[in-house]
């Protein structure tokens, strides 16, 4: 009888012990399992871009997809309809990475904003035109000679300009100047008030297809390549969050890989923001599709982020143009104004994560 007994004991002890270690090993698991709940957290992210503009197609497909949310992001999507909006929200910190051109982007140096560029958005060399009436009489840009042209003042567009008239030797006091925004430009070539604008999209789509007008030479056509979208966020920021850069530029590379597989959804995400016909997006897509992102830190590529390439070189022809017409009231100093470093560890990302 004591047997029965003695085994029982025997088995309850082994019972208890295998609850004790039990409890253990979860208890154990409980607490390695702290640390990967915090990494699962997303990280909050403001990204600020200009709602009027026609070629964010990497941060669209990003968004439309998906897929900063894919890598570990919480993203807060702020729309301005111009850079100097964009340049005080940077100010104040509303937001964490700008989506601005560079005309903005210099402005804000010269303001004071303490930012840098880890990305160039679009590359709209071939998205910026010399557009103009049918019956003008403008066949290239060496007829502009004694033509009304419009502008708008402190833009890409306004580089453009002058880059094209010093190509085609024109003196400035040859041809009527007019500053006016793209709404104006493109009510004033309606009206037969001027001859010709230097434009972008979707301005350009409009002109053609309300105002009888067509494009004469892209700025890609004639060498100009200033008229670049940048990322840019604020140094300090991007010292503390720098974990959140690079997951940033992890979803747009992943955004550049799909849109070359379909790019569908970057052509109705812009037309849907913009309000416009799918057939012109799809046009303005064909000319000037995502940058490849891939490229970023290569110096041969024209829009690499390596200091002392040949972007890095425009920008400071850009900004002593700036300077010299009086759009910047102080001279910017752009020698550490590009950063590499960002996507160049998100590119050293595994394939198996894109």
């Known amino acids: 009888m004591k047997r029965p007994v003695g085994r029982f004991l025997l088995m309850c002890r082994r019972t208890v012990l295998m609850v004790i270690g039990m409890t253990f090993i979860l208890s154990m698991g409980a607490g390695l399992a702290a640390p990967q709940t915090l990494a699962e957290t997303p990280l909050p992210l403001k990204i600020g871009y200009q709602s009027t503009t026609a070629d964010d197609w990497l941060m669209f497909a990003a968004r439309d997809l998906k897929l900063f949310e894919t890598i570990g992001l919480a993203p807060e999507y702020i729309p301005f309809e111009a850079g100097p909006s964009m340049i005080e929200a940077a100010k104040s910190k509303s937001i964490d990475v700008a989506i601005v051109k560079t005309i903005p982007f210099m402005i804000g140096l010269s303001q004071g904003v303490d930012w840098v560029m880890i990305g160039t958005h679009s590359e709209g060399a071939y998205s910026e035109s010399l557009v103009t009436r049918k019956d003008s009489g403008i066949d290239t840009p060496a007829d502009l000679k004694g033509k009304r042209i419009a502008y708008y003042k402190g833009s890409s567009s306004h580089y453009g300009l002058a880059m094209i008239l010093r190509q085609y030797g024109i003196p400035r006091d040859q041809v009527n100047l007019l500053h006016m925004p793209p709404d104006e430009q493109l009510a004033a070539l309606t009206n037969n008030d001027i001859d010709a604008a230097i434009v972008w999209e979707p301005w350009i789509q409009r002109m053609v297809h309300e105002a009888n007008a067509r494009v004469i030479a892209t700025e890609g056509d004639l060498g100009i390549y200033t008229n670049v979208a940048s990322i840019s966020a604020r140094r300090e920021w991007l010292r503390d969050n720098r974990e959140t850069a690079v997951r940033f530029l992890r ?79 102080k001279e910017v100093e752009t020698n550490e104004v590009l950063d590499a470093s960002v996507v160049t560890e998100a590119l050293r990302t595994p394939k198996r994560d894109r």
Do not use: C, N, T
């Open 251 to 329: 979803a747009l590379i992943m955004a550049y890989d799909a849109l070359q597989k379909d790019h569908s959804v970057a052509v109705r995400a812009v037309a849907e923001e913009l309000g416009i016909k799918q057939e012109w997006v799809e046009q303005f897509y064909q000319d000037a599709p995502p940058p490849r992102i891939h490229l970023w830190a290569d110096p041969r590529y024209p829009y690499s982020l390596v200091k002392g390439a040949v972007f890095h070189r425009r920008l400071g022809y850009l900004a002593k143009f700036m300077f010299d017409e009086k759009v910047f009231q």
